[in-house]
Nanobody
Framework: QPRLYESGGGLVQPGGSLRLTCSASGPILPAHIMSWYRQVPGEQRDLVATIEADGATTYGDSVKGRFTISRDNAKNAVYLQMNDLKPEDTAVYYC????????WGQGTQVIVSS
């Protein structure tokens, strides 16, 4: 199972952009389903985006048209490009890899505020 580490979070103004990176210390196999989730303290962890081995992607309704997930298996990395950020996007963002079991990173904080 890969060990995952998220980076790229921070404080950004509404309407701004951030790119999150999920780096793996072990190989990300083509068969791994890679996803980004986010969680506000005290609330459920919700799916943001998923990318399959064939490149097919799915997005949560609230981020469609604004966020883009991509993967580079050769670099053992997954990315989340976030544009037109809104205050409601504020959360801790987690990377997930699923093959036999789910593996989570430690999360990176994104704060969208004026």
């Amino acid at each position: 199972q890969p060990r995952l580490y998220e980076s790229g979070g921070g404080l950004v103004q509404p309407g701004g952009s951030l790119r999150l990176t999920c780096s793996a210390s072990g190989p990300i196999l083509p068969a791994h389903i890679m996803s980004w989730y986010r969680q506000v303290p005290g609330e459920q962890r919700d799916l943001v985006a998923t990318i399959e081995a064939d490149g097919a992607t799915t997005y949560g309704d609230s981020v469609k048209g604004r966020f883009t997930i991509s993967r580079d298996n050769a670099k053992n990395a997954v990315y989340l490009q976030m544009n037109d950020l809104k205050p409601e996007d504020t959360a801790v963002y987690y990377c997930n890899a699923r093959l036999f079991t789910s593996t989570w990173g430690q999360g990176t904080q994104v704060i969208v505020s004026s």
